[in-house]
């Protein structure tokens, strides 16, 4: 099933994000068209499997102008199409001080405080390979695009939607200014596969093969560490807390290193998921389309224009659901694209509750319903006997995740209360879950018993490896999502073992392509009727990896890891600046570009040298240039430094610490940072939408529930509706 079938789309622009969004809308089944044909080989790794990777970027897509297209996708200062919703991407906020900047996937990840964490403690922060911010940012775009086009078929949708590279990315480090505020720790690079507050959360090498291994709950140490014959490891009180676990890693990783090398990392991940640990084996990218199970869920396609090569396709299984009956039925909110839409939210965690809040950014009615027993985790583990404040209402991740949602509280051991939720999804236009597969389903709310209660309804499940396939029901966290996806051999040094670039990176980006799944589901149902949705995270992730996957494929080769430098431009990097952990971020693609660093750091002698006009003479003495470069930086403020640079035309970037982001001035100024009030915390800053509606963010309308804030305005009309039906069946 296809639900954007009918949706017609102009794609403008050479940028990664713009033909990315491109792209996703036409796998979703939107006929996209580009006036100027395919866009740009100058991608990915450059050479041939530069090319294959802009075939696959531009796969599904016609060229020419389409009559009366419903939606144009457009880079910055693009032009628009008549009675179209324009959909525009840039690089900066243009309200914000860095609006004229020029951007680039290494700047805006410096800004972003994505490169601060990556990277050896006594070592330089470092850049990611790759395009992933563009890639987040389509997607982000997305959703704000589709959105709007279902508010314009309901009569309350805008004319033009935006959104920035630089704020779409930062839903990856958005909490750590929003824990730093309250009381929370600074942001701290602690080494290659550290981060706090969780170990493991590593990859460790096997007999053959590196294992990827997360360890968050007691319950999980316990067994991983039975797992390896380390029992008395399990039980020992100094590692029972995740934080402890983190201060004695290398410990912990000498002790597990002789144990692991008696098999495989395919073995090992078996046999951890069979005991309920998020295992998973850490692959190169160009090995994943080869894995009987993303060969069994169909996860990669071929790439028409690039013989021999698959690219993964979007990370969507959808069946068809019930017809939908009646029209929309609860109070719009006026001026808001999802008007009048309810969305039952029996997600936890980043990944389901980032989708929803989209959802509820744009005006849906998201009811977050949690179990008495198990509400959300990220609420915490703490004993929730009587204290004040109640810890599970202090969490800043909880608390950034879930504004603008409304929240009951149910016993789903009690049949009555289940009855109250299938009450609640009757109701519903939506449904969004990440638990494992099958966990919903045993509650009572399986395909099709959801469909059979709200015809129509479109429903997200967000495995981490999918609902279907022979891991079906593996366990993951947004660690083992990179673990998986090939990523963590994309990033880093050619010396490093296989490297995480964040704690939970695929949790973000799994949410974004929920919401977007989501949406579609919502913009088809009335010719199609309802969608069942089967996401699988690892997939997501497959996105971004894709340059390497297919580079690759089309090499026979791994990609190299050259650090924060990039393989086709000269200079780039990270560069010293001066005063405590700061650093720049600079990268030259053009031969102006680098005869204006010249002129800005007086570099006289190597803007005449002939050998160095072009990126490959610069490559080739990339360490020497390195070092003149240094030297200029490391006596400078990296702001300032950055500022010279970017007056001259040189993309450049200080590099941001994520918990100083709501200091950053861009995010500051264009507004991105909001603070609202809540019961325990009182005033509390989280991270608005990062997208503009006709040239305004989207209110935030209330903060994060308390645990069963709304009972009484939501569950109490269900519980008398219910008993009123009881009285009247008794009467009978």
């Known amino acids: 099933m296809k639900p954007l079938t009918g949706l017609v789309v102009i794609e403008r622009g050479d940028g990664v994000g713009i033909r990315f969004a491109g792209r996703l809308l036409a796998q979703l089944g939107a006929a996209v068209s580009r006036p100027d044909g395919p866009g740009t080989e100058a ?40 009675g179209a919703l324009t959909a525009e991407l840039g690089w900066f906020d243009p309200e914000g001080p860095r609006a004229g900047w020029r951007g680039t996937d290494s700047v805006v990840e410096a800004l972003a405080g994505l490169a601060s964490t990556f990277g050896e403690a006594d070592g330089p922060p470092t850049l990611a390979q790759g395009e992933a911010p563009q890639i987040i940012a389509g997607t982000t775009l997305c959703i704000s695009a589709l959105g709007g086009l279902i508010g314009r078929r309901g009569g309350c949708g805008p004319e033009r939607v935006s959104t920035s590279v630089h704020e779409a990315v930062t839903v990856i480090t958005e909490g750590g200014p929003m824990g730093f505020v309250k009381g929370g720790p600074a942001s701290s690079r602690r080494g290659i596969n550290r981060y706090w507050p969780t170990f493991p959360q590593t990859n460790w090498p096997t007999g053959d093969g590196w294992l990827g291994a997360t360890s968050l709950t007691p319950a999980q140490w316990r067994a991983l560490c039975d797992l390896a014959g380390l029992p008395e490891m399990g039980a020992d009180p100094r590692l029972a807390e995740s934080e402890q676990r ?65 690219g993964p396709r979007a990370p969507y299984i959808i069946e068809k659901g019930a017809p939908r009956q009646g029209a929309d039925r609860h109070a719009p909110l006026p001026g808001l694209p999802l008007a009048g839409l309810r969305v039952a939210d029996f997600a936890m965690g980043w990944s389901g509750p980032l989708a929803s809040r989209h959802l509820a950014d744009l005006g849906a009615d998201v009811v977050k319903i949690e179990s008495r027993s198990h509400p959300d985790w990220w609420r915490g583990w703490d004993d929730m006997a009587d204290m004040d404040p109640p810890p599970q209402e202090l969490r800043p991740g909880f608390i950034g995740m879930n504004r603008n949602k409304r929240g009951v509280l149910l016993d789903t051991t009690n049949p009555d209360e289940v009855a109250l939720a299938r009450a609640l999804v009757a109701g519903a236009d939506a449904l969004v879950d990440n638990f494992a597969p099958g966990v919903l389903g045993r509650l009572g709310f399986d395909a099709a018993t959801v469909q059979a209660l709200s015809p129509g309804l479109v429903h997200v499940s967000m495995g981490a490896f999918g609902a279907s396939g022979p891991q079906a029901g593996w366990r993951g966290y947004g660690s083992t999502v990179e673990q998986a996806s090939g990523m963590c051999f994309v990033s880093g040094e050619a010396h490093w073992p296989p490297a995480l670039r964040h704690i939970a990176f695929g949790d973000a980006v799994a949410g974004l392509f929920s919401a977007v799944g989501v949406l579609a589901g919502l913009w088809g149902r009335d010719r199609q009727g309802g969608a069942v949705i089967d996401l699988g995270q690892v997939e997501c992730l497959f996105q971004i990896a894709a340059p390497a996957c297919i580079a690759e494929q089309v090499t026979g080769a791994p990609v190299p890891r050259t650090g924060s430098r990039r393989p086709d431009a000269a200079p780039s990097g ?32 190597l803007a005449a040298d002939a050998s160095l006009a072009d990126a490959s003479g610069r490559l080739a003495r990339a360490d020497e240039i390195a070092a003149v470069i240094s030297r200029w930086t490391s006596t ?97």
Not at 49 to 68: F, H, I, V
């Open 574 to 605: 990270v560069f010293p600046a001066s005063g405590e952990d700061a650093w720049l971020a600079l990268e030259v693609r053009t031969e102006a570009e680098w005869r204006a660093l010249c002129a800005v750091m007086d570099l006289s002698d």
């Open 43 to 82: 991608v990915g790794y450059g050479g041939a499997a530069g090319r294959a990777y802009a075939a696959w970027l531009d796969d599904g897509k016609a060229t020419g102008t389409p009559e009366a297209p419903a939606l144009a996708l457009i880079e910055e200062g693009g032009p628009d199409a008549p």
């Open 246 to 310: 983190v201060v004695n890693a290398e410990e912990i990783s000498n002790a597990f290193a002789p144990k692991l090398a008696a098999r495989s990392a395919v073995e090992w991940a078996a046999e951890g998921q069979a005991r309920r640990v998020p295992l998973a084996v850490c692959a190169h990218p160009g090995e994943t389309p080869q894995d009987p199970h993303w060969q069994a869920r169909g996860s990669f396609a071929p790439v028409l224009g690039a013989d021999g090569v698959v």
């Open 636 to 732: 400078r403020d990296p702001d300032e430094a950055a500022h010279a640079l970017q007056a001259a035309g040189v993309p450049a970037a200080p590099v941001i610490r994520p918990h100083l982001l709501h200091e950053e001035p861009q995010l500051a100024e264009a507004g991105y940072w909001r603070w609202l009030d809540r019961r325990y915390i009182g005033r509390h800053l989280v991270a608005g939408p990062p997208y503009r509606l006709d040239g305004a963010r989207p209110d935030l309308r209330r903060p994060a529930p308390v645990m069963g804030e709304h009972d009484d305005e939501i569950i109490a009309p269900l519980r008398a509706s219910a008993a009123a039906k009881r009285e009247g069946a008794a009467a009978k």
